[in-house]
Each structure stands twice: as structure tokens, then as C-alpha cells.
């Protein structure tokens, strides 16, 4: 039985080492990009919105669904790029693991 203990053993540690990793995706910032830099959204690999930049000459009433449509943009950018760093960061954590081939986890 000492292989199933030490499967156990192995499957409790991965659980451990991922929920660090998930807990630290929080802390990785990504900022999405639209209109050429007029808006901006900065996003955390989580894809948590920690801010939004909008370029003043943008907020002429004229100018709201430009506006919005740059908002959404930017917003989509930035999950792209989160998902981005958190597939990265996942694999860093996961390179060392004895997984077998093909096998995916659940993030």
C-alpha cells in the first residue's frame, strides 16, 4: 500500500502547490489597450478590473459609443492578456509535476 500513500501524498502536495498558484495570480497585473492607447484597463491574471484609463479628449458627448466600444475593447484585451498570464503561470507551477501525458488540470 506504500504506492497509494505515496500517490496520496503527491496528489495532496499538487493541491497545495496550486492553491498557492491561484492565490498568487491575483498579484500579476495585465493592462488592455484600445484606440491606440486612449483607453486602458488594467486587469490581474484572476481577471479582476483593477482600473480603468480613459484619454480626456474622449469625453466629449460626442464621442460616447466610441467610448464604450473602446471600454469593451480594452476590457476584452486585458482578459486575454490575463488568461494568457495565468495559462504561463500555471504551467511554471505544473513543469515539475509527474503528470501523465495529456493530462489536463482543471484551470
Not at 467610448?67 to 515539475?96: F, H, P, Q, W, Y
Request: avoid cysteine; charge should be negative.
Amino acid at each position: 500500500m506504500k504506492g497509494i500513500e505515496d500517490m496520496l501524498a503527491m496528489a495532496q502536495n499538487v493541491q497545495a502547490e496550486l492553491a498557492k498558484a491561484q492565490a498568487n495570480l491575483d498579484t500579476i497585473e495585465v493592462e488592455g489597450v484600445a484606440g491606440g492607447g486612449l483607453v486602458k484597463v488594467r486587469a490581474s491574471a484572476k481577471g479582476r478590473i483593477i482600473a480603468v484609463d480613459i484619454d480626456p479628449s474622449l469625453l466629449a458627448p460626442s464621442e460616447k459609443q466610441m467610448v464604450e466600444d473602446l471600454i469593451a475593447a480594452a476590457i476584452n484585451d486585458a482578459r486575454g492578456k490575463a488568461d494568457a498570464a495565468s495559462s504561463a503561470e500555471m504551467s511554471k507551477m505544473t513543469s515539475g509535476l509527474p503528470l501523465p501525458p495529456g493530462f489536463k488540470l482543471p484551470f
